[in-house]
């Protein structure tokens, strides 16, 4: 069954080793973030920089995994038909509009979404990781200066994972408005059993 993140907003559930998680993209143009935790052990969590060391790249797609902080695989992805996620910026946080939006009135992040559904598996803010962020564009130039530019995914795009590992997944629909070029929309997902 297709469940619904509605824009803004995120949650939070377990999936089981070998079962897959769908991600999807219903309307287009709209990012999602996820973070992974080992379910027997919260201080095992996904990692930017192990992922990206063992995988060889900063573009990570069909066929990589995505590690975590003790080294060891969490979940591998089976399909991605954008092809674009990037694993280098942090969850959008209140601090990101205040500083990079200059918005110091109450908006809705990443990162609040987050920890406030995470918290009901213990989980903490400052336990919160750095981000595999579906569908999002993050470019660079020569000189590594980056840029976010409005994700490239099309209506009904999504990426297909297969957990390596017990997890406690957060997922959200990102409430960055760079991030999803100038509008919030819902993220999909459906967890697809391994028995059947």
Not at 169 to 179: I, P, Q
Request: proline share 6%.
């Amino acid at each position: 069954m297709i469940q619904q993140i509605a824009p803004q907003t995120g949650v939070a559930f377990t999936l089981k080793k070998g079962e897959q998680l769908q991600v999807i993209d219903p309307q287009g143009m709209q990012v999602s973030d996820m973070v992974l935790f080992n379910q027997h052990d919260i201080r095992e969590k996904i990692s930017s920089g192990k992922t990206l060391d063992f995988e060889e790249s900063i573009l990570i797609s069909k066929g990589n995994y995505l590690w975590s902080n003790r080294s060891r695989k969490m979940i591998k992805l089976l399909e991605d038909t954008n092809g674009r996620n990037d694993f280098l910026l942090a969850p959008c946080s209140p601090e990101t509009f205040q500083i990079m939006y200059n918005n110091h009135e109450y908006h809705p992040s990443c990162f609040e979404n987050l920890y406030t559904n995470l918290a009901a598996y213990n989980i903490l803010p400052d336990d919160i990781p750095t981000a595999f962020n579906i569908f999002m564009n993050v470019q660079f130039n020569s000189k590594g200066k980056l840029s976010v530019l409005p994700p490239m995914s099309q209506p009904n795009d999504y990426v297909l994972f297969e957990a390596q590992m017990d997890l406690i997944v957060g997922l959200t629909a990102c409430s960055a408005e760079d991030s999803n070029g100038g509008t919030f929309k819902p993220i999909h997902y459906k967890i697809i059993s391994n028995k059947g």
